[in-house]
């Protein structure tokens, strides 16, 4: 049989290249090998939108059409929406016996998210257990593998401590899984921040037009401590040359860029016109596929409501396991 795979985001906007690298290229290629359900995570992104949940509904389409662009295909992956399998919610609500509250508010990723959002002493509850219906999402696919951006490491390792404490009490129903991180670990925003983050402003989205790519590449952050193209610059940590070396499949001309800056011999106009190319060339396909897709509604709803179908028995199959091995299975 088949390993499984669950993984998901939260449709709170569109997709950028730091998804691309850290999660959706290792989705591409392991749906081929494994089992692969990934979720269109609605009811986790209202844990901080719950004000806004037209922003959340219009984003479902935004996920699944980059998706699809990239090359997740539905004949291989099962895509769902998260709300439409009440079974989550249930087993979260198990779940909440199985962690104490400081455990949670000690996760890096939410520390850190709360501090990004300012909640200060305000932090709505559901927003603080996000983890633990992570955890509910995972394993009521009793998924073996999980291909995540880095900054989601804790919420497996989370998950992984739930499982523990599960199957100890009740007996062995699940698996622990394992987080897979892309190879690039984490992409810098082009504004030079470590990470590129939708609220932060300084993503290019895997549906830039050509014209908002190459503003945004021209525009990039490169060493602040070179004035002149003649002064001799900064390659490793350089975002323009960190991209070029993800991007640009022409190995021998970012080699020659990188001397050339080292040596002070090229502007930065030239290294950005160069990578502005190579994204170009690597999102124009993206790009295409999306825009043939966009306003066919009837294929997309297709796709989320057969794929929710057929992962929702998944799930149900699952809670009649956990019911049991709770002993709250009462009448059969
Ligand atoms: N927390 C993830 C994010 O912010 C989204 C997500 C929800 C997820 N459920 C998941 C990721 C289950 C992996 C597995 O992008």
Known sequence: MKKRILTGDRPTGRMHLGHFVGSLKNRVKLQDTYDQFVMIADVQALTDNFETPEKVRKNIKEVLLDYLAVGIDPTKTTILVQSMIPEIAELTVFYLNLVTLERVLRNPTVKDEIKQKGFGTNIPAGFAMYPVSQAADITV??????????????????????????????????????????????????????????????SIYLSDTKDELKKKVMGMFTDPNRIHSTDPGKVEGNPVFVYHDIFNPDKKEVEDLKKRYKEGKVGDVEVKEKLFLALDTFLTPIREKRSELEGKNDVLDKILIEGTSEARKVAQETMIKVKKAMKIDYFG
């Open 141 to 202: 696919f009793n998924a073996d593998l999980v291909p995540v951006g880095e900054d989601q490491v804790p919420m497996i390792e989370q998950t992984r401590e739930i499982v523990r404490k599960f199957n100890s009490l009740y007996g062995e129903v699940f698996v622990e899984p394992e987080a897979l991180v892309g190879e690039v670990k984490r992409l810098p925003g082009i504004d030079g921040n470590i990470k590129m983050g939708k609220s932060l402003g300084n």
